[in-house]
């Protein structure tokens, strides 16, 4: 499928810093917070002209790919089937000053991304752009072969949607690290040294490839949170 219509469930930090990345990648783009349009349409024409501020339901409606940039915690407030048949890209993280209790918002026994993929059923779920701050997704992106590019984990269970993906990644402005398995987003998750990270190709791929070796990964080989 070629991906033309971007849409970003979030209208936060991070949304709206994708919102700018794919206008200048040439998508067109949908965008919405929590509630009305009028809510967040002055920011999205001040920050991000060209976007077009949207509720949820018109966002997914009108979009070939879709990015969830919400707080984790708020994942269960979209209805599940709103996004039957999606392709989403999940941005986000367990952020314990955002989402409170790991245990009160999460099942403590598999990854956040998991829980997202089994709560939206009938989604192709993909995880990136969640480990690098949002001023760097902002302050970083750069074409292709640019030397100083900077690169992105992109994993999901399903290998044609992670494919499709990482070219996306790479149109938005960043080199990809791709694996093929939901649960190793956790390798990327707070705690991990990749996340808040802005790291090339090459440092990021190091760091995966002794991901035991860290402390994060000898706490997540301890628990249940197991990766591949
Ligand atoms: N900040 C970063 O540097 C960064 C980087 C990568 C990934 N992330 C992850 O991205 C996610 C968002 O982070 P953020 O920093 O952008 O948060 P943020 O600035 O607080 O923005 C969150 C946005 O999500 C909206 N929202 C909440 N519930 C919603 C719903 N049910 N439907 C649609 N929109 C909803 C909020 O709308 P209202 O204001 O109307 O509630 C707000 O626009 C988090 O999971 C975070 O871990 C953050």
């Known amino acids: ?38 809510k967040i349409a002055l920011t999205i024409k001040t920050l991000v002209p060209g ?25 269960k407030n979209i209805d599940a ?14 952020w314990w000053e955002t989402d409170g209790i790991r245990e009160e918002v999460l099942d403590p026994d598999s990854t956040s991304s ?12 993909v995880k990136t752009f969640n480990h690098m701050g949002y001023h760097n997704l902002q302050e970083e992106a750069r074409p292709k072969g640019d030397p100083k590019r ?16 990482a070219a996306f990644v790479d149109s938005m402005g960043f080199d990809q690290e791709v694996h093929y398995d939901l649960v190793d987003g956790i390798m ?28 994060f990964g000898k706490k997540i080989a301890a628990s249940k949170l197991k990766h591949a």
Do not use: C, W
Not at 8 to 13: E, H, P, Q, R, V
Not at 53 to 75: C, F, G, H, Q
Not at 81 to 94: E, G, P, Q, R, W
């Open 1 to 38: 499928m070629a991906i033309k219509r971007v849409g970003i469930l979030g209208a936060g930090k991070v949304g709206i810093v994708l919102a700018g990345l794919a206008l200048k990648a040439g998508y067109e783009v949908r965008i919405s917070g929590s509630g009305s349009v009028e």
């Open 51 to 75: 976007a077009i501020a949207a509720e949820n339901k018109e966002v997914v409606e009108n979009s070939d790919i879709i990015l969830l940039a919400i707080p984790l915690s708020r994942y």
């Open 81 to 94: 089937s709103l996004l039957k048949n999606k392709l989403v890209i999940d941005a986000t993280n367990y």
């Open 114 to 125: 998991e829980q997202v993929q089994a709560y939206f059923n009938g989604v192709t779920l």
């Open 150 to 165: 900077k690169a992105l984990f992109v994993t999901g269970n399903n290998h044609e949607a992670v494919d499709e993906v």
């Open 188 to 215: 990327t998750e707070p705690g991990s040294p990749l996340f808040g990270a802005s790291l090339n190709h090459e440092d990021l791929k190091q760091i995966i490839d002794h991901f035991d070796e860290t402390e």
